[in-house]
């Protein structure tokens, strides 16, 4: 996923585009599972390998997982239209919460 967030950086290059990588984990009995931390550090490594690349203009963005009562499993917010709410809560400063880590520098968003 991050090959092809760069084929698309590099097929869209403008000072005033900024490229997230809205992630999700497995569904899981609980809140976290091992793997997910590891995870979670290769996709901020390789995200940072961009950036420092191609100067700021990556992110990448786990979802914070949240119990779904109906199905008992910790899952990401309501899968993809979750996903584009907290991208718009954070595009609009009001992520707090939303994404379990953020590497990078969020500015870029506003600028």
Do not use: C
Not at 27 to 34: N, R, T, V
Not at 69 to 80: A, F, H, T
Not at 83 to 99: P, S, T
Request: net charge negative.
């Amino acid at each position: 996923m991050v090959e092809a967030l760069e084929v698309r950086f590099l097929g869209n290059r403008d000072d005033h585009v900024a490229f997230g990588l809205l992630t999700d984990l497995a569904d899981a009995s609980a809140e976290s599972l091992p793997e997910d931390e590891a995870l979670e550090r290769l996709a901020g490594q390789r995200i940072g390998e961009l950036n420092d690349k191609y100067g700021p203009a990556f992110l990448p963005l786990p979802p914070a997982a949240a119990l779904e009562s109906g199905e008992q499993v910790w899952m990401g917010y309501e899968r993809k239209r979750g996903k584009l709410a907290d991208l718009n809560a954070l595009l609009r400063g009001r992520a707090n919460g939303r994404f379990s880590t953020i590497v990078g520098d969020t500015s870029i968003l506003r600028r």
